[in-house]
């Protein structure tokens, strides 16, 4: 007796740390439907639809600078700077 007790104390310690439900009678508690992509025109009216990088830059109105092309710029003019650049064009 004492014994499951002290299974039921460790079980609800455990529940509080990994932060699950503790359920004595071990009922079902729906996780399954919870845990289910959101279905039907109404719940998927409910998220905003994906708007595009290029989209946000004109809504929010700052510059908002593309990292990639920065970056690449960047690597560009360190190689034009050592004469390991790209080649000139009609230059063999």
């Not at 079980?11 to 399954?32: D, E, L, M, P």
Request: proline share 7%.
């Amino acid at each position: 007796m004492l014994k499951r007790e002290i299974l039921e104390e460790i079980k609800q310690v455990s529940a509080k740390i990994f932060g699950t439900n503790y359920k004595a009678n071990n009922s079902r508690a729906g996780n399954k439907f919870l845990q289910r992509k959101l279905h039907g025109p109404r719940l998927a009216n409910y998220y905003p639809s994906k708007v595009p990088i290029s989209r946000m830059r004109e809504i929010i109105g700052l510059p908002i600078p593309n990292g990639q092309h920065t970056l690449r710029m960047e690597v560009l003019e360190e190689k034009a700077r050592k004469g390991k650049g790209p080649a000139k064009r009609g230059s063999k």
